[in-house]
C-alpha cells in the first residue's frame, strides 16, 4: 500500500506534468493564434487556449501547490530557510495569482473578441490588438520561463539567494525576448491589411 509520502510525491510529479503540459499547450495554441489567416483559426485557437487552462493549467497548479504545501510539512523544511523552498513556493504562488488574475482575464479577452469577429468575418491587425492587451502579453510570456524556474529550484535546489536571483533574472529575460519577438515573428508573412473576408 502507497505510504503518505509517496502518494505525496506522486500527485506533485502529477501537477507539474499537467501543470508544464498545460502551459505548453498554451504556449502553442496562442502561437497559432498569432500566425492565423482566417477568422475561424484565430477564434479556434482562442478556444483552445481557454479550454487548455482550465483543463490542463488550473488542475496541475492545484494538485502541485496542494501536494508541495503537505510535502514542506512533511519533510520539515520551513517555508523561508532554504532558498530554494522560497523560489519553488513563492515563484508558484506569483504564477498563480497571475494565471487567475491577468492571464485568466487575457484569456477571456481574446475569446471574446475573438467570437465578436466572427460576424464582421474579417481578421485585421486592429482587431488583433483589441484582443489583447500589453499586460495579457507580458504575462503570457513570463508563465513558461518561470515556470522552467520552479523546476530548476526543484531539481537542482540551488542553495544561494544570487544563485535563484541569477535564475529568476535569465528567466525575466527570456520572457522579454519571447514578449519582444515571438509577436513579429510569428506573423512576419502576414499582410498589413490582415486577413481578406472569409468566403
Known amino acids: 500500500m502507497m505510504d503518505y509520502y509517496t502518494?505525496?510525491?506522486?500527485?506533485?510529479?502529477l501537477g507539474f506534468i499537467l501543470l508544464g503540459g498545460g502551459l505548453a499547450a498554451v504556449f502553442v495554441s496562442e502561437l497559432r493564434a498569432y500566425r492565423?489567416?482566417?477568422?475561424h483559426v484565430f477564434v479556434e485557437a482562442?478556444?483552445?487556449?481557454?479550454?487548455?487552462?482550465?483543463?490542463?493549467?488550473?488542475p496541475g497548479a492545484l494538485i502541485a501547490g496542494s501536494s508541495?504545501?503537505?510535502?514542506?510539512l512533511e519533510l520539515e523544511l520551513g517555508f523561508f530557510q532554504e532558498p530554494?523552498?522560497?523560489?519553488?513556493?513563492g515563484l508558484f504562488v506569483f504564477e498563480f495569482l497571475e494565471g487567475n488574475i491577468f492571464t485568466r482575464i487575457q484569456f477571456r479577452r481574446t475569446l471574446r473578441e475573438s467570437v465578436k469577429l466572427l460576424e464582421h468575418g474579417r481578421l485585421t491587425e486592429e482587431a488583433r490588438d483589441e484582443a489583447r492587451t500589453v499586460i495579457g502579453l507580458i504575462v503570457h510570456f513570463l508563465d513558461l520561463p518561470l515556470f522552467a524556474v520552479i523546476v530548476y529550484c526543484g531539481k537542482v535546489r540551488?542553495?544561494?539567494?544570487?544563485?535563484?536571483?541569477?535564475?529568476i533574472g535569465?528567466?525575466?529575460?527570456?520572457?522579454?525576448?519571447?514578449?519582444?519577438?515571438?509577436?513579429?515573428?510569428?506573423?512576419?508573412?502576414?499582410?498589413?491589411?490582415?486577413?481578406e473576408a472569409m468566403p
Open 170 to 195: 535569465v528567466a525575466v529575460v527570456v520572457a522579454s525576448i519571447l514578449t519582444v519577438f515571438v509577436p513579429r515573428l510569428a506573423r512576419r508573412d502576414l499582410e498589413p491589411e490582415g486577413q
Open 68 to 72: 508541495g504545501l503537505f510535502l514542506v
Open 7 to 13: 502518494f505525496l510525491i506522486y500527485s506533485h510529479i
Open 46 to 58: 482562442a478556444r483552445y487556449t481557454a479550454i487548455q487552462y482550465d483543463v490542463l493549467v488550473l
Open 158 to 167: 540551488p542553495d544561494t539567494w544570487a544563485e535563484l536571483g541569477l535564475a
Open 36 to 39: 492565423a489567416r482566417e477568422v
Open 84 to 89: 530554494w523552498v522560497v523560489g519553488m513556493w
